[in-house]
Every structure is written in C-alpha cells, then in structure tokens.
C-alpha cells in the first residue's frame, strides 16, 4: 500500500513539474531578435518588459517641431518570425510608447504569433504595421489593449480572445478578412475610423460596454450573426460597401 502512494506521488510530482511555466527573461528574448534568430516559445512566462521599440536597427527621423524643440520618431523591425504559444507576460509588451514627446514605435516583417497568452499588463501596437500572419486568437487581454492606427496586411486573427479592459483599434486598417470571432469585449471596444477593405468576421462576438464602430469602413463580407450588444453600440456613419450601415441592415434582415 504504501509503495503505490508513493508511486502516486512520483507521478502526481512529475505532472505538475511538467506543467510549471519556465521563467524566460525579455532581455534575453530581445537579444534573439538582435541577433536574427526565430523566437519560439510555447508555455514560458515571460519577465521583465519586452520592449521591441529599442533594437539594434532602430532608426530615427524628424516628427515635427514642439513647444520645447524637435520631436523625433524611432522606429525598430523585427525582421524575424515570433511564435508564443500559451505564454504568460509578466510585464509590459511594447512596440509603442511616448517619452518627452518622441515616440518609439515597432513594426513587423515576418509572422507575429501570441496565441493563448495572457497579457498581465499593458501591450502596446499603436501604430505598428504587420507586414504577415498576425494571430492573437484566444489571446487574454488584462489591460488596456492598443492597436491605434496598426495596419495589417494579413488578417488578423483574434478569435476567441477576451479583452478585460479596453481594445483600442481606432483608425486601423485590416485586409483580408480580420477574426473577431467569439471575442468577448468587456469594456469599451473602439473600431471608430477603423477599415476593414476585405471583410471582417465578428460572429458571437460579445460586447458587454460601449461597441464603437462610428465611421467605420465595411466591405462584404460582414459577419455579424449572433453579435451581442450588451452595452451601447455607435454605428453613426458607418458604411458598409459605400452604403450607409442602416440601409445595409434593412436589406439584410
């Protein structure tokens, strides 16, 4: 009897000793971007700010002139893939911030894959460009999301995620028919201004605060079906193939 609890321990031990998430530090994650090499990491939580503005082939250039001087725009490529799967981030992503009025900013070359992770804290696109696959699909979102004025020219994918505090995508700009399926919204969700030339899926999508689509610019193929607005939703003009969204409504009800 007691050789089999002590079997079932061994086996209970190693289990939960497989499932543990190793610790990965960012620092060491932006050195393999500096170096060209492919980032793949599955099941890691990641420490420290992985701030992807600050690379090697950062460059700068002029942004305009300020109450206080010159203001600057550095802007950083990650030229290689990224791949994390079921990863957790500690702290800050960044591939935007501002700072004394400059601004860094990140953009991507090849694939950029977040899929099943949980962002602790903040994770910042404002204005990156994603040049491949883009996939956050059932993505965890803890903190204010922003994508403003990101431009993706594959998807993206965001099926099945959950955003716990704000999605920002205002003036964004999709192709090739962005996921939204299954999203859950739980606060402000801004698409105002946003463009979707190519389609867009939001079916069962559930929007519990504010879904903000003032402006925005659809193209068939819409998918909307089994959408829940839970809180308010602003479609004033929004157009749909050129047309306005309500006259859409009407002739698809």
């Not at 192709?175 to 939204?180: A, I, K």
Request: contains cysteine; proline residues 2%.
């Amino acid at each position: 009897m007691k050789t089999n609890s002590l079997i079932l321990a061994l086996f209970l031990l190693i289990g939960s000793q497989a499932y543990a998430q190793k610790t990965v530090r960012a620092e060491d994650i932006i050195a393999q971007i500096n170096r060209g090499e492919v980032v793949d990491y599955e099941n890691v939580k990641v420490s420290g700010v992985l701030d992807l503005t600050n690379l090697e082939n950062q460059t700068s250039k002029r942004k305009g002139d300020g109450w206080f001087g010159s203001n600057k725009q550095y802007e950083s490529t990650v030229e290689n893939s990224i791949r994390f799967i079921k990863c957790t981030f500690l702290d800050d992503v960044l591939a935007y911030y501002n700072e004394d009025d400059d601004t860094y900013i990140a953009h991507f070359e090849e694939d950029v894959l977040f899929e099943q992770c949980v962002f602790e804290r903040a994770s910042e696109f404002k204005y990156s460009d994603f040049e491949e696959k883009a996939s956050f699909a059932r993505t965890v979102f803890n903190r204010e999301a922003n994508f403003k004025y990101a431009e993706f020219a594959d998807g993206p994918d965001f099926s099945g995620s959950i955003f716990e505090e704000d999605a920002n995508f205002k003036y964004a700009d999709f192709s090739d028919q962005p996921q939204y399926a299954d999203v859950v919204f739980e606060e402000e969700a801004n698409f105002k201004y946003a463009k979707f030339p190519d389609g867009v899926s939001f079916e069962s999508a559930v929007f519990n605060d504010l879904a903000n689509f003032k402006y925005t610019k659809f193209s068939s193929p819409l998918n909307i079906n089994n959408v829940s607005f839970n809180g308010g939703e602003d479609f004033k003009y929004t157009e749909i193939d050129g047309q306005a969204f309500t006259t859409y409504l009407i002739r698809n009800r």
